[in-house]
């Protein structure tokens, strides 16, 4: 159970995390930088990413899948 996440580093060696998809047009990209990983993930998750078992979901992208799923399941209907 001991899951690496992606973390971004910088040139100061702090950790972000990134936004596993990048997928909405007002993503986050990216995490604060912290001292250590486990900051970084904290952080994250103080602002309500979501963790999708491989990484990390920024607020917006969340809301932009959840509106392309209920839009598939739209299409389904009809
Ligand atoms: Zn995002």
């Not at 047009?25 to 602002?47: M, T, Y």
Request: with cysteine; glycine share 6%.
């Amino acid at each position: 159970m001991s899951y690496e996440l992606p973390y971004t580093e910088n040139a100061e060696g702090k950790f972000a995390v990134p936004c596993q998809i990048k997928l909405a047009q007002d993503c986050v990209q990216l995490g604060e930088f912290c001292e250590s990983k486990a900051d970084a993930r904290h952080w994250v998750e103080e602002e309500c990413w979501i963790f999708s078992g491989e990484g990390y979901l920024c607020e917006r992208c969340h809301e932009q899948v959840m509106r392309n799923i209920a839009k598939l399941s739209t299409k389904k209907m009809n």
